[in-house]
Every structure is written in structure tokens, then in C-alpha cells.
């Protein structure tokens, strides 16, 4: 059974960093590009950023410049560095394959890790 298991999130002052991880079924991860995703209070979830197996790397205009993204195949793992935060940041962020092909992601949304920034 898939799984995805975020962690990381927090409160964090404007201008803070935050440095989520996301452990990821190891079958799952090997075959697919993954993505972080976020959804704010009252919107829709909307990708942030993506990274293909071989590392490539996209990220929405609201967040370019300041979030990198990454993976460790070895340890199934994908993160999210999130620098120079800004309190339209705060969302619940999840990750799960990048599938652009497909109305949604494939696999069943894990719990999500909670962003908030605020002063």
C-alpha cells in the first residue's frame, strides 16, 4: 500500500525558513517524478514544486527563488526548503507524485504537515 508521510511544518516568524520532508513508499518513488503541494484555507491544492527522477526541478512563480526542492533516492525521501517565508505561505503542504497527465495526483493524500506563518 502506498504511503506518504509528511513532516516539518510549524509556526515560523515572516522571513523564517522551514525544511520539510516527505517519506515515500519506496516502490512509488522510484518510478515517478514527485511534487509538493499546498492548500490554503478556503482554496484549492496547488503544486509548488516538482523534481523528476533524474532531479530536474519546477517551481510555481510564487515561490521561485525561495523554495528548493530535492530528493534522496536512497532513502525515498523528497523536501522542501522554504526560505524567506511569507504568511501566504501558510497552508497545509503535501507531497505526492507529479502526474500532470492525470487531473490529479495517483496516489491517496497523506496527513499533510501545517505552515503557518505569522508575527
Known amino acids: 500500500q502506498v504511503q506518504l508521510v509528511e513532516s516539518g511544518g510549524g509556526l515560523v516568524q515572516p522571513g523564517g525558513s522551514l525544511r520539510l520532508s516527505c517519506a515515500a513508499s519506496?516502490?512509488?518513488?522510484?518510478?515517478?517524478?514527485m511534487g509538493w503541494y499546498r492548500q490554503a484555507p478556503g482554496k484549492g491544492r496547488e503544486l509548488v514544486a516538482s523534481?523528476?527522477?533524474?532531479?530536474?526541478?519546477n517551481y510555481a512563480d510564487s515561490v521561485k527563488g525561495r523554495f528548493t526542492i530535492s530528493r534522496d533516492n536512497a532513502k525515498s525521501t523528497v523536501y522542501l526548503q522554504m526560505n524567506s517565508l511569507k504568511p501566504e505561505d501558510t497552508a497545509v503542504y503535501y507531497c505526492?507524485?507529479?502526474?500532470?497527465?492525470?487531473?490529479?495526483?495517483?496516489?491517496?493524500w497523506g496527513q499533510g504537515t501545517q505552515v503557518t506563518v505569522s508575527s
Open positions: 519506496g516502490s512509488i518513488f522510484s518510478i515517478n517524478a
Open positions: 523534481i523528476t527522477r533524474g532531479g530536474n526541478t
Open positions: 505526492n507524485a507529479h502526474t500532470p497527465w492525470l487531473p490529479t495526483p495517483p496516489y491517496n
